[in-house]
């Protein structure tokens, strides 16, 4: 299976300010079918971009997603105070589908 | 309005079963295929199983082969999973979701709530 690693564990930042997030694959994701989610503490996560680099339905422009291989990066270009939350990366290339141990992008 | 809503969760002891299902609104629902990702206390996202939209295709996660059964009735928009031989490593909260994709892994565009399910004696 593929294992995907997300890093840095936590990022502090404040709002107004860049994110960037990481996530490498042990092995190339097909098809560049990676996701990343967003939740925040007692809720469901929510799709914010599929396919390494399209946004899901409503998600604002400041997420974008980048990526290929074994390489892909979520950027938040400015921090708002409701993205302050965990993020998973997970690919859907292979089965079994697996997910990121996660980011948390908490305020510094 | 897209909606995902689970049910069935509760304490059983290990080894015991449990059946979660989910009730699907909003969209058509043979259209897509369907999962079951779960969530243990303060730890990650992990997929468990998936079914394609037609339920000809199924998928599951090597943790529960063999233990768990998903299934899915499209003329009433349910989702269930038959979950047998529980184990404290199964503790966790159980979401339903909405595969992009009607067949096949994809990513998840709609999820539920989720239902709390916890093995313990």
């Known amino acids: 299976e593929i294992v995907l690693t997300q890093s840095p564990g936590t990022l502090s930042l404040s709002p107004g300010e860049r994110a960037t997030l990481s996530c490498r694959a042990s092995q190339s994701v097909s098809g560049s079918y990676l996701a990343w989610y967003q939740q925040r503490p007692g809720r469901a996560p929510r799709l914010l971009i599929y396919g390494a680099s399209n946004r899901a339905t409503g998600i604002p422009d400041r997420f974008s997603g980048f990526g290929s291989g074994t390489d892909f990066t979520l950027t938040i270009s400015r921090l708002e105070p409701e993205d302050f939350a965990v993020y998973y990366c997970?690919?859907?290339?292979?089965?079994?589908?697996?997910f990121g141990q996660g980011t948390r992008l908490e305020i510094k | 309005e897209v909606q995902l809503v689970e049910s069935g969760g509760g304490l059983v002891p290990p080894g015991g079963s449990l059946r979660l299902s989910c009730a699907a609104s909003?969209?058509?629902?043979?259209?897509?295929?369907m999962s079951w990702v779960r969530q243990a206390p303060g730890k990650g996202l992990e997929w468990v199983s998936g079914?394609?939209?037609?339920?000809?295709?199924?998928y599951y996660a090597d943790s529960v082969k063999g233990r768990f059964t998903i299934s899915r009735d499209n003329s009433k928009n349910t989702l269930d999973v038959r979950m047998n031989s529980l184990r404290a490593e199964d503790t966790a909260v159980y979401y339903c979701?909405?595969?992009?994709w009607g067949s096949g892994t994809s990513s998840m565009d709609v999820w539920g709530k989720g239902t709390t399910v916890t093995v313990s004696s």
């Open positions: 079914i394609s939209g037609s339920g000809d295709i199924t």
């Open positions: 997970q690919q859907y290339g292979s089965s079994p589908i697996t």
């Open positions: 979701a909405k595969d992009r």
């Open positions: 909003g969209f058509t629902f043979s259209n897509n295929a």
